[in-house]
Protein backbone atom coordinates (compact mmCIF):
# COMPACT_ATOMS: atom_id res chain seq x y z
CA UNK A 1 0.00 0.00 0.00
CA UNK A 2 10.00 2.63 2.36
CA UNK A 3 12.73 4.53 2.85
CA UNK A 4 15.15 4.24 -0.09
CA UNK A 5 19.35 4.20 0.11
CA UNK A 6 21.31 7.42 -0.51
CA UNK A 7 21.37 9.38 -2.33
CA UNK A 8 17.55 9.67 -1.95
CA UNK A 9 15.28 8.91 1.32
CA UNK A 10 11.54 8.43 0.63
CA UNK A 11 9.14 6.44 3.16
CA UNK A 12 7.05 4.18 0.90
CA UNK A 13 3.89 3.09 0.32
CA UNK A 14 2.09 0.32 2.10
CA UNK A 15 -0.73 -1.48 0.53
CA UNK A 16 -2.97 -2.56 3.03
CA UNK A 17 -6.49 -4.03 2.86
CA UNK A 18 -9.38 -2.32 5.07
CA UNK A 19 -10.89 -4.79 7.96
CA UNK A 20 -14.21 -2.73 8.58
CA UNK A 21 -17.14 -4.87 8.96
CA UNK A 22 -20.64 -4.63 7.37
CA UNK A 23 -22.65 -5.60 9.91
CA UNK A 24 -26.47 -6.66 9.81
CA UNK A 25 -28.66 -7.70 12.20
CA UNK A 26 -32.62 -9.42 11.76
CA UNK A 27 -34.78 -9.74 14.20
CA UNK A 28 -38.31 -11.72 14.48
CA UNK A 29 -38.31 -12.08 10.65
CA UNK A 30 -37.90 -7.94 9.69
CA UNK A 31 -34.07 -7.48 9.16
CA UNK A 32 -32.32 -3.39 10.42
CA UNK A 33 -29.85 -3.21 8.38
CA UNK A 34 -26.46 -0.85 9.59
CA UNK A 35 -24.16 1.31 7.87
CA UNK A 36 -22.25 -0.39 5.12
CA UNK A 37 -18.85 -0.07 5.96
CA UNK A 38 -17.01 -2.98 4.41
CA UNK A 39 -14.73 -1.57 2.35
CA UNK A 40 -11.07 -2.11 1.13
CA UNK A 41 -8.28 0.52 -0.54
CA UNK A 42 -9.86 0.55 -4.49
CA UNK A 43 -10.08 3.47 -7.06
CA UNK A 44 -12.90 3.97 -9.14
CA UNK A 45 -13.55 7.44 -7.42
CA UNK A 46 -16.27 9.42 -9.56
CA UNK A 47 -14.88 13.04 -8.80
CA UNK A 48 -12.13 14.44 -11.43
CA UNK A 49 -10.43 17.73 -12.35
CA UNK A 50 -12.27 20.44 -13.67
CA UNK A 51 -11.15 23.51 -15.72
CA UNK A 52 -12.40 26.72 -15.11
CA UNK A 53 -11.55 29.76 -17.40
CA UNK A 54 -13.37 33.10 -18.80
CA UNK A 55 -13.75 34.06 -22.82
CA UNK A 56 -13.24 36.96 -24.85
CA UNK A 57 -17.01 37.84 -24.26
CA UNK A 58 -16.77 37.21 -20.27
CA UNK A 59 -18.55 33.53 -20.36
CA UNK A 60 -17.21 31.12 -17.74
CA UNK A 61 -16.38 27.56 -18.75
CA UNK A 62 -16.52 24.89 -16.71
CA UNK A 63 -14.89 21.85 -18.36
CA UNK A 64 -13.20 18.48 -17.44
CA UNK A 65 -10.51 18.76 -20.65
CA UNK A 66 -7.81 20.87 -20.18
CA UNK A 67 -8.62 23.43 -22.70
CA UNK A 68 -6.54 24.92 -25.65
CA UNK A 69 -6.14 28.65 -24.46
CA UNK A 70 -4.09 31.64 -23.88
CA UNK A 71 -6.69 32.77 -20.72
CA UNK A 72 -6.11 32.29 -17.57
CA UNK A 73 -7.32 29.01 -16.35
CA UNK A 74 -8.67 27.88 -13.08
CA UNK A 75 -7.97 24.18 -11.75
CA UNK A 76 -10.01 22.74 -9.19
CA UNK A 77 -8.61 19.35 -8.31
CA UNK A 78 -11.02 16.37 -7.59
CA UNK A 79 -11.23 15.26 -4.05
CA UNK A 80 -10.93 11.33 -3.83
CA UNK A 81 -11.60 9.25 -1.26
CA UNK A 82 -10.46 5.75 -0.77
CA UNK A 83 -13.33 3.38 -2.22
CA UNK A 84 -15.45 0.14 -1.40
CA UNK A 85 -14.03 -2.75 -2.76
CA UNK A 86 -16.94 -4.43 -2.45
CA UNK A 87 -20.79 -3.47 -2.30
CA UNK A 88 -23.32 -5.49 0.25
CA UNK A 89 -26.95 -5.05 -0.94
CA UNK A 90 -30.17 -5.59 0.20
CA UNK A 91 -32.28 -7.44 -1.97
CA UNK A 92 -35.65 -8.92 -2.18
CA UNK A 93 -39.16 -9.12 0.26
CA UNK A 94 -38.94 -6.91 3.60
CA UNK A 95 -39.60 -9.72 5.47
CA UNK A 96 -37.66 -11.80 3.54
CA UNK A 97 -34.67 -10.20 2.88
CA UNK A 98 -30.88 -11.58 0.63
CA UNK A 99 -28.20 -10.11 0.35
CA UNK A 100 -26.09 -9.53 -3.03
CA UNK A 101 -22.27 -8.77 -3.02
CA UNK A 102 -20.94 -6.72 -5.67
CA UNK A 103 -17.52 -7.15 -6.85
CA UNK A 104 -16.50 -3.42 -7.71
CA UNK A 105 -12.87 -3.91 -9.25
CA UNK A 106 -12.09 -5.57 -13.00
CA UNK A 107 -10.81 -8.82 -11.06
CA UNK A 108 -11.32 -11.49 -8.73
CA UNK A 109 -12.05 -10.58 -5.09
CA UNK A 110 -12.10 -13.31 -2.05
CA UNK A 111 -14.60 -12.42 0.13
CA UNK A 112 -14.93 -14.13 3.95
CA UNK A 113 -18.43 -13.93 5.22
CA UNK A 114 -18.96 -15.40 8.86
CA UNK A 115 -21.45 -15.12 11.46
CA UNK A 116 -20.58 -13.03 14.91
CA UNK A 117 -23.97 -13.44 16.70
CA UNK A 118 -26.36 -16.17 15.82
CA UNK A 119 -30.10 -16.59 17.35
CA UNK A 120 -32.57 -19.28 16.11
CA UNK A 121 -30.32 -19.01 12.58
CA UNK A 122 -29.42 -21.34 9.93
CA UNK A 123 -27.25 -20.60 6.94
CA UNK A 124 -26.47 -22.01 3.61
CA UNK A 125 -23.90 -22.64 3.31
CA UNK A 126 -22.57 -23.15 6.82
CA UNK A 127 -20.28 -19.69 8.18
CA UNK A 128 -17.76 -19.12 7.92
CA UNK A 129 -16.40 -19.70 4.30
CA UNK A 130 -14.68 -17.86 1.69
CA UNK A 131 -15.98 -16.66 -1.74
CA UNK A 132 -14.96 -15.58 -4.77
CA UNK A 133 -16.21 -13.12 -6.82
CA UNK A 134 -15.15 -12.38 -10.27
CA UNK A 135 -14.11 -8.89 -11.63
CA UNK A 136 -17.60 -7.08 -11.35
CA UNK A 137 -19.65 -9.50 -10.30
CA UNK A 138 -22.75 -9.70 -8.37
CA UNK A 139 -24.70 -12.69 -6.61
CA UNK A 140 -26.08 -13.95 -3.30
CA UNK A 141 -23.20 -15.90 -1.33
CA UNK A 142 -25.14 -16.91 1.29
CA UNK A 143 -28.57 -17.57 2.25
CA UNK A 144 -30.04 -16.93 6.35
CA UNK A 145 -32.89 -18.22 7.52
CA UNK A 146 -34.25 -18.88 11.06
CA UNK A 147 -34.11 -22.66 11.78
CA UNK A 148 -37.52 -22.59 13.68
CA UNK A 149 -40.01 -20.19 11.75
CA UNK A 150 -42.07 -19.95 14.45
CA UNK A 151 -39.50 -18.15 16.93
CA UNK A 152 -37.83 -15.10 16.63
CA UNK A 153 -34.22 -14.98 15.40
CA UNK A 154 -31.63 -12.47 15.20
CA UNK A 155 -27.77 -12.53 13.85
CA UNK A 156 -25.02 -10.45 13.07
CA UNK A 157 -22.38 -11.13 9.88
CA UNK A 158 -19.13 -10.02 9.41
CA UNK A 159 -17.36 -9.68 6.01
CA UNK A 160 -13.52 -9.17 5.39
CA UNK A 161 -12.58 -8.94 1.39
CA UNK A 162 -8.59 -9.05 -0.51
CA UNK A 163 -7.78 -8.78 -4.07
CA UNK A 164 -6.81 -11.77 -5.99
CA UNK A 165 -7.74 -15.78 -5.86
CA UNK A 166 -6.41 -17.31 -2.61
CA UNK A 167 -3.78 -19.90 -4.08
CA UNK A 168 -2.89 -18.21 -6.91
CA UNK A 169 0.59 -19.42 -8.30
CA UNK A 170 3.33 -16.78 -9.37
CA UNK A 171 4.12 -18.35 -11.91
CA UNK A 172 6.34 -15.69 -14.38
CA UNK A 173 7.71 -17.08 -17.77
CA UNK A 174 10.14 -14.72 -18.09
CA UNK A 175 12.12 -12.30 -15.65
CA UNK A 176 10.09 -8.84 -14.95
CA UNK A 177 11.38 -5.80 -17.50
CA UNK A 178 11.95 -2.66 -15.04
CA UNK A 179 9.03 -0.17 -15.24
CA UNK A 180 10.89 2.62 -16.28
CA UNK A 181 11.26 3.86 -19.89
CA UNK A 182 14.03 2.12 -22.15
CA UNK A 183 16.87 3.77 -22.56
CA UNK A 184 16.55 5.35 -19.31
CA UNK A 185 18.66 4.21 -15.95
CA UNK A 186 16.99 4.86 -11.91
CA UNK A 187 18.98 3.44 -9.14
CA UNK A 188 17.00 1.28 -6.72
CA UNK A 189 16.69 2.65 -3.30
CA UNK A 190 14.77 0.11 -1.10
CA UNK A 191 14.66 -3.07 -1.90
CA UNK A 192 13.10 -6.43 -0.35
CA UNK A 193 12.86 -6.40 3.47
CA UNK A 194 13.71 -2.37 3.55
CA UNK A 195 14.73 -1.59 6.92
CA UNK A 196 12.42 1.27 6.69
CA UNK A 197 9.52 0.34 5.69
CA UNK A 198 9.07 -3.05 3.87
CA UNK A 199 8.21 -5.15 7.07
CA UNK A 200 4.23 -5.89 6.38
CA UNK A 201 3.81 -8.88 4.49
CA UNK A 202 2.03 -6.81 1.43
CA UNK A 203 4.71 -5.10 0.83
CA UNK A 204 8.27 -6.90 2.15
CA UNK A 205 9.05 -8.07 -1.49
CA UNK A 206 9.03 -4.68 -3.35
CA UNK A 207 11.12 -2.01 -4.79
CA UNK A 208 11.60 1.94 -4.01
CA UNK A 209 12.72 2.96 -7.62
CA UNK A 210 14.19 6.78 -7.38
CA UNK A 211 12.14 8.06 -10.46
CA UNK A 212 11.74 12.25 -10.02
CA UNK A 213 8.15 13.57 -10.52
CA UNK A 214 6.42 12.88 -13.64
CA UNK A 215 8.73 10.14 -14.79
CA UNK A 216 7.40 7.79 -17.14
CA UNK A 217 5.81 4.31 -15.81
CA UNK A 218 5.61 1.34 -18.20
CA UNK A 219 3.93 -2.16 -17.45
CA UNK A 220 6.34 -4.68 -16.32
CA UNK A 221 4.69 -7.83 -17.54
CA UNK A 222 1.32 -7.85 -19.24
CA UNK A 223 -1.85 -8.35 -17.97
CA UNK A 224 -5.41 -6.53 -17.38
CA UNK A 225 -5.87 -3.66 -15.02
CA UNK A 226 -8.03 -4.55 -11.88
CA UNK A 227 -8.09 -1.24 -10.70
CA UNK A 228 -6.71 2.09 -10.31
CA UNK A 229 -6.65 5.18 -8.12
CA UNK A 230 -5.86 9.11 -9.44
CA UNK A 231 -7.25 11.96 -8.10
CA UNK A 232 -5.32 11.98 -4.81
CA UNK A 233 -2.72 14.62 -4.30
CA UNK A 234 -0.43 15.05 -1.47
CA UNK A 235 1.75 13.08 0.76
CA UNK A 236 3.08 12.53 4.33
CA UNK A 237 3.90 10.50 7.19
CA UNK A 238 1.27 9.87 8.40
CA UNK A 239 0.86 5.95 7.47
CA UNK A 240 -3.16 6.29 8.80
CA UNK A 241 -4.23 9.03 6.87
CA UNK A 242 -2.07 9.25 4.00
CA UNK A 243 -1.54 5.24 3.52
CA UNK A 244 -4.95 4.77 1.44
CA UNK A 245 -4.26 7.64 -0.30
CA UNK A 246 -1.71 6.79 -3.17
CA UNK A 247 -2.68 6.89 -6.71
CA UNK A 248 -1.64 3.39 -7.96
CA UNK A 249 -2.12 1.06 -10.88
CA UNK A 250 -3.35 -2.55 -9.56
CA UNK A 251 -2.75 -5.12 -13.13
CA UNK A 252 -4.03 -8.92 -12.91
CA UNK A 253 -1.39 -11.57 -14.27
CA UNK A 254 -2.54 -14.43 -16.26
CA UNK A 255 -1.13 -16.88 -13.36
CA UNK A 256 -3.38 -14.72 -10.47
CA UNK A 257 -0.44 -12.34 -9.30
CA UNK A 258 -0.61 -8.85 -9.32
CA UNK A 259 1.36 -6.07 -9.99
CA UNK A 260 0.97 -2.84 -7.77
CA UNK A 261 2.59 0.15 -9.24
CA UNK A 262 2.73 3.34 -6.38
CA UNK A 263 2.76 6.64 -5.78
CA UNK A 264 1.88 7.48 -8.88
CA UNK A 265 1.73 11.34 -9.79
CA UNK A 266 -2.41 13.28 -9.43
CA UNK A 267 -3.73 12.45 -12.80
CA UNK A 268 -0.54 10.23 -13.16
CA UNK A 269 -2.84 7.33 -14.79
CA UNK A 270 -3.36 6.99 -18.45
CA UNK A 271 -4.91 3.70 -18.21
CA UNK A 272 -8.54 1.65 -17.57
CA UNK A 273 -10.13 -0.86 -15.10
CA UNK A 274 -10.63 -3.90 -17.50
CA UNK A 275 -7.97 -3.38 -20.19
CA UNK A 276 -4.80 -5.19 -21.04
CA UNK A 277 -2.04 -4.00 -21.61
CA UNK A 278 1.24 -5.88 -22.88
CA UNK A 279 4.56 -5.69 -21.34
CA UNK A 280 6.50 -2.44 -21.82
CA UNK A 281 3.38 -0.51 -22.59
CA UNK A 282 3.18 3.22 -20.56
CA UNK A 283 0.71 3.21 -17.85
CA UNK A 284 1.58 6.15 -15.92
CA UNK A 285 3.57 8.40 -14.68
CA UNK A 286 5.35 8.35 -11.18
CA UNK A 287 4.65 10.91 -8.56
CA UNK A 288 5.09 11.35 -4.30
CA UNK A 289 1.47 10.40 -3.25
CA UNK A 290 0.40 8.99 -0.17
CA UNK A 291 2.24 7.76 2.38
CA UNK A 292 5.58 9.17 1.13
CA UNK A 293 8.71 11.40 1.80
CA UNK A 294 9.64 12.15 -1.49
CA UNK A 295 9.34 10.99 -5.20
CA UNK A 296 9.56 7.47 -6.33
CA UNK A 297 8.04 4.51 -7.74
CA UNK A 298 7.22 2.02 -5.56
CA UNK A 299 6.57 -2.08 -7.32
CA UNK A 300 5.49 -4.89 -5.90
CA UNK A 301 3.97 -8.71 -6.98
CA UNK A 302 1.46 -9.91 -4.72
CA UNK A 303 -0.62 -12.63 -4.42
CA UNK A 304 -3.57 -13.57 -1.87
CA UNK A 305 -2.53 -16.04 0.66
CA UNK A 306 -5.62 -17.20 3.09
CA UNK A 307 -6.97 -13.84 3.11
CA UNK A 308 -3.62 -11.79 3.30
CA UNK A 309 -2.36 -9.44 0.34
CA UNK A 310 1.48 -11.21 -0.01
CA UNK A 311 4.27 -9.87 -1.59
CA UNK A 312 6.37 -12.25 -3.60
CA UNK A 313 10.08 -12.77 -4.54
CA UNK A 314 10.79 -11.41 -8.43
CA UNK A 315 13.63 -10.64 -10.71
CA UNK A 316 14.13 -8.16 -12.95
CA UNK A 317 15.56 -8.39 -16.30
CA UNK A 318 18.96 -6.54 -16.84
CA UNK A 319 20.47 -4.75 -20.12
CA UNK A 320 21.96 -8.13 -21.16
CA UNK A 321 18.33 -9.94 -20.45
CA UNK A 322 19.79 -11.94 -17.98
CA UNK A 323 17.11 -11.93 -14.56
CA UNK A 324 18.67 -10.25 -11.54
CA UNK A 325 17.25 -10.11 -8.05
CA UNK A 326 16.66 -6.49 -6.88
CA UNK A 327 19.25 -5.57 -4.75
CA UNK A 328 19.57 -1.50 -2.98
CA UNK A 329 21.79 0.54 -4.78
CA UNK A 330 21.51 -1.12 -8.54
CA UNK A 331 20.41 0.57 -11.55
CA UNK A 332 17.84 -0.58 -13.88
CA UNK A 333 18.03 0.20 -17.26
CA UNK A 334 15.45 -1.52 -19.57
CA UNK A 335 16.47 -3.24 -22.80
Do not use: C
Amino acid sequence: MSLSAEPVKVSGFRFQVSGRKHWVIASGGKVLVGAVLFWALAGGVSAQTIYIWEDADGVKHFTDRKPVTEREVTVQRAEAEPQRLVDVVKAGPKDDPFWLFRNRIHGPVSVRVGLVEARNVVTQPKLPEVFVLDGLEERELVTIGPLDGRQSWSYRFETAGVPGRIGARHAPTRPYRPPIPAGSRFRIGQAFGGEYSHSSPSGFHAVDIQTPLGTPVHAARAGVVMDVARYFHGAGKDLERDGPRANYVRILHDDGSMALYAHLDYEGVRVRPGERVERGERIGRSGNTGYSTGPHLHFAVQVNRDMELTSVPFEFENEQGRAVQPRPGDWLSPR
